[in-house]
Nanobody, 124 residues
Framework: EQLVESGGRLVQAGESLRLSCAIS????????KAWFRQAPGKEREFVAV????????YYAYDVQGRFSISADNAKNTVDLQMSSLKPEDTALYFC??????????????????WGQGTQVTVSS
């Protein structure tokens, strides 16, 4: 199983950025996909999740309305479109996959499969 993120880079506050994740060795139809992030000195935090069939999406409070998660199960990819970026969005962003849990979708340990991360830096 492999998850490979791409798209992270340095941007200015207010700009948009799209992260992509290519998944291999997993059947995307049977796993929910999510994005987490980790800023220096902080714990990993939930960003967004999409159910395996794409029927439901949930977002962290501070990214609602700015970020959008999407998945293409035929291509085994999951994207995170980020807009109106803020300096506090600066973090290493991880693509993850795991079984769906309505109660635990925002908990890192719910997801056994993780990518290596892609760095997003937002300058003010």
């Amino acid at each position: 199983e492999q998850l490979v993120e791409s798209g992270g880079r340095l941007v200015q506050a207010g700009e948009s950025l799209r992260l992509s994740c290519a998944i291999s060795g997993l059947d995307s139809d049977t796993f929910s996909k999510a994005w987490f992030r980790q800023a220096p000195g902080k714990e990993r935090e939930f960003v967004a999740v999409i159910m395996e069939d794409g029927s439901r999406k949930y977002y962290a409070y501070d990214v609602q309305g700015r970020f959008s998660i999407s998945a293409d199960n035929a291509k085994n990819t999951v994207d995170l479109q980020m807009s109106s970026l803020k300096p506090e969005d600066t973090a290493l962003y991880f693509c993850v996959a795991g079984p769906w849990s309505f109660r635990n979708y925002n908990i890192p340990t719910q997801y056994p499969y993780w990518g290596q991360g892609t760095q997003v830096t937002v300058s003010s």
